[in-house]
């Protein structure tokens, strides 16, 4: 999957979510990377 059809302001909010949850939840590095993805998807997805 390409970056390339996501803006750069959708990846800061994206990065900005996971850090988010990271500090709050814990949650392992493979889980937020899972997240990560699936999060790019949608976003590539709705444009």
């Known amino acids: 999957m390409s970056d390339q059809k996501i ?3 959708n990846l800061d909010v994206i ?3 996971l850090d988010q949850v990271f ?3 814990g949650l392992s590095r493979a889980t937020l990377e899972a997240y990560r993805l699936d999060l ?3 976003a590539a997805w709705v444009g």
Do not use: Y
Request: avoid cysteine; aromatic fraction near 8%; proline fraction near 0%.
């Open 15 to 17: 990065d900005s979510f």
């Open 40 to 42: 790019k998807k949608l």
């Open 23 to 25: 500090a709050e939840d």
């Open 7 to 9: 803006s750069d302001a």
